[in-house]
């Protein structure tokens, strides 16, 4: 907020609770994507059904297991 209001009144700037949280666990969970290998990924194929029931296409769902990353 002070930031915000040291720049002045007429600029508007986006402002972010915890912006070194939110970076820090969304580069881990990076890292661990990228040490993830072939075994412990599976791919889900999901249905997208509409209120009729047909098939309206498909969506690939990545699950990894994360068990052994502490």
Known sequence: MYSAKAWGA???R???AVPGRIASATARVE???R???AQRMRVYYQ???RQS???A?????IRW???SWA
């Not at 296409?57 to 769902?61: I, N, P, Q, W, Y």
């Open 65 to 67: 297991s994360i068990r």
């Open 57 to 61: 296409g498909m969506e690939a769902l």
């Open 47 to 49: 249905p997208q059904v």
């Open 35 to 37: 040490m993830a290998d």
């Open 31 to 33: 890292s661990k994507l």
């Open 14 to 16: 986006p402002m972010s």
């Open 53 to 55: 029931e047909d098939i």
């Open 10 to 12: 007429t600029i508007s």
